[in-house]
């Protein structure tokens, strides 16, 4: 049981470059989230999805679109990368299961833009 | 707005002393309340939760941590520290009216605990 993983674990890009990262998660969970951590100011939720073939908008989503074709998989894509989207993106599932929304995290992926 | 605040970016603490890593929050309906704790180049592990009950919840590697509806805050609390807990800590909050399972998460508080 792998939990949540994330490829790839790095990454450099030069602006307006395009990458997709990939969230992967063997819990059988129904939500998952995609988050970019910076210093000082926490994680900021960027996309959601709270099914297969669904999702939403977060607090942050200029710059970045998602896709969730299969349940166990979220991927995060930027079509133009900007160096403002240099930051550590993590993936994070829940169960809805019990319904306490409990969060599962990835090892992130550090992204820097140049 | 809904939000979680961690007020201290940093807490400094000698091994072998009791710690407090302090949060507070602003959010409708009945609050689900979360603690993670996040090591070097790692992702966030979670540490304890608080969704009914009793108030003094206890968690991961010693920790727990208070609910306290009338001051709207969830401070952590370990009775002795070892320097292995230092790390990066976060408050996280579910709103009660939230039927996604979105968190809100506090900027984190940086735990140096020294020997």
């Known amino acids: 049981n792998a939990g949540v993983t994330q490829t790839p674990k790095f990454r450099v890009l030069k602006t307006g470059q395009s990458m997709t990262l990939l969230c992967a998660q063997d819990m059988n969970h129904e939500y998952m989230y995609w988050y970019r951590q910076d210093p000082g100011m926490g994680l900021r939720l960027i996309h959601y999805?709270?099914?297969?073939?669904?999702?939403a908008k977060g607090e942050v989503p200029d710059g970045y679109n998602v896709s969730r074709l299969k349940k166990q998989n979220f991927l995060l894509g930027l079509e133009s990368a900007a160096p403002s989207q240099t930051s550590v993106y993590f993936c994070?599932?829940?169960?809805?299961?019990?319904?306490?929304?409990?969060?599962?995290f990835g090892p992130g992926t550090r992204l820097t833009v140049t | 707005a809904q939000s979680v605040a961690q007020p201290e970016d940093q807490v400094n603490v000698a091994e072998g002393n009791p710690l407090t890593v302090k949060c507070t929050y602003s959010v409708s309906g009945n609050p689900y309340l979360f603690w993670y704790v996040q090591y070097p180049n790692r992702g966030l592990q979670f540490l304890l939760k608080?969704?009914?009950?009793?108030?003094l919840v206890k968690g991961s590697y010693g920790f727990e941590a208070e609910f306290n509806k009338s001051q709207t805050s969830f401070h952590l609390k370990k009775p002795s520290a070892l320097v292995s807990d230092s790390a990066l800590y976060f408050c996280a909050v579910r709103p009660g009216s939230s039927n996604t399972g979105k968190l809100i998460f506090g900027q984190g508080t940086t735990l140096q605990v020294k020997p």
């Open positions: 999805s709270v099914g297969e073939g669904t999702t």
């Open positions: 608080y969704i009914t009950g009793d108030n």
């Open positions: 994070a599932s829940s169960s809805l299961a019990g319904a306490t929304y409990e969060q599962y």
